[in-house]
């Protein structure tokens, strides 16, 4: 079996100030900084970026990823941020198409792909949000619900582009309602966004790709989630405000 490396991201949304991150960021340092065995990502917002970038600059393990980008380079978009932009304060990753985006800002399957192909072009890895809604859910549409969006967004990629792409499960019914899917339903969902991307791609693909679930991932529900054999990580919202809680998620997922 193909060896997956955890990767635990903590997506801070709209909170934390430059001060109050390089707080949070310090404890969360003073904890797993050494740790190698899985990959962390804090993803504070745009105005946090460059004090977090310093002080995660002599720490390998501890990568930064952004929330957002603009697919455009450069240009009359106001209020909006650049792939370069991120780069220059040492961005590694950025979570994109998060369901926030798709309810909130109208994002859908087709600026996925644009963000994500600016991404890449950047050297930036992107960490592809999917999950379906409880009606979703509910009325048994999950899987195609999830299909779709994975067709939709990786239209025009090939093995080369899915090596770099994270995706992350996030039932939008699970996030910040503290309803975790269960550790079943999210392994039966991780393994069907495999089986979509062997038939798309191959089983090359499915097999290397890392799939992070989130939503209310929590210290108690972290060992139980990260145990399953197709769940390679999490992207943790709430939780990651707390160094304790976020430290505590991120040892679950260095257990062997
Ligand atoms: P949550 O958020 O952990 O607060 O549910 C997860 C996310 O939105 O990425």
Redesign the pocket.
């Known amino acids: 079996m193909i060896y997956r490396k955890k990767i635990v991201?903590g997506?801070w949304?709209m909170n934390k100030t430059q001060a109050e991150a390089r707080v949070l960021v310090e404890d969360i340092l003073r904890e797993v900084g050494k740790f190698d065995e899985a990959e962390i990502v804090l993803c504070p917002p745009f105005t946090a970026l460059s004090a977090v970038s310093e002080l995660l600059s002599p720490v390998p393990n501890v990568r930064l990823g952004a929330q957002n980008l603009h697919e455009a380079p450069s240009g009359a978009y106001t209020g909006e941020i650049s792939a370069g932009m991120l780069r220059e304060l040492y961005v590694r990753y950025v979570?994109i198409g998060?369901?926030?985006r798709r309810q909130f800002f109208h994002e859908d399957n087709a600026t996925v792909n644009r963000k994500t192909k600016a991404a890449l072009a950047a050297e930036l890895r992107p960490i592809v949000?999917v999950g379906e809604t409880l009606p979703e859910r509910e009325s048994g549409k999950w899987k195609n619900v999830l299909e779709t969006q994975l067709r939709e967004g990786f239209v025009g990629f090939g093995e080369k582009e899915l090596s770099d792409i994270i995706i992350?499960y996030?039932p939008v019914w699970?996030?910040?309602?503290?309803k975790?899917a269960s550790p079943a339903q999210a392994e039966e969902a991780h393994q069907w966004i495999r089986q979509v991307l062997s038939t798309r791609f191959s089983q090359n693909v499915s097999e290397r790709i890392r799939i992070q679930y989130?939503?209310?991932?929590?210290p108690e529900n972290a060992k139980e989630l990260l145990s399953k054999p197709d769940i390679d990580g999490a992207?943790?919202?709430?939780?990651?405000l707390d160094a304790r809680g976020f430290t505590a998620i991120v040892k679950n997922a260095c257990l062997p």
């Open positions: 991201a997506n949304k979570i998060h369901s926030e949000c992350a996030e699970a996030i910040g309602t503290g975790t989130g939503g209310s991932v929590k992207l943790v919202g709430g939780a990651s």
